[in-house]
């Protein structure tokens, strides 16, 4: 069994900044990448970010040149740094991670954080 724990959401102004944070925790072989997504209220859950494990990245077109994905893998831990947030960004968060465990290859989802932008 994994889990990802995230942190970091809470309260930002228009044009501030905001780090999340999703720690995995677990036993598994390897995992294969991770993101964050996000769902705002009335809208679908939709990609943010996303980091292979070979080192890849990809963004919304929404976030590019704002946000940042990155991991550290001897806290088994991956960060998006959101930079000039908008109030657009306003949403829940949710980590997620596609790994190789015991049980085969999973899909996993963290419980969601909540970044609220206002001024």
């Known amino acids: 069994q994994v889990q990802l724990v995230e942190s970091g959401g809470g309260l930002v102004q228009p044009g501030g900044s905001l780090r999340l944070s999703c720690a995995a925790s677990g036993i598994w072989f390897s995992i294969y990448a991770m993101g964050w997504y996000r769902q705002a209220p009335g809208k679908q859950r939709e990609l943010v970010a996303a980091?292979?494990?070979?080192?890849?990245?990809n963004y919304a077109d929404s976030v590019k040149g704002r946000f940042t994905i990155y991991r550290d893998n001897g806290k088994n831990t991956v960060y998006l740094q959101m930079n000039s947030v908008k109030p657009e960004d306003a949403a829940v968060y949710y980590c997620n991670a596609d790994i190789s465990e015991p049980r085969g290859r999973r899909d996993y989802w963290g419980q969601g954080t909540q970044v609220t932008v206002s001024s």
């Open positions: 980091l292979t494990s070979g080192g890849s990245t």
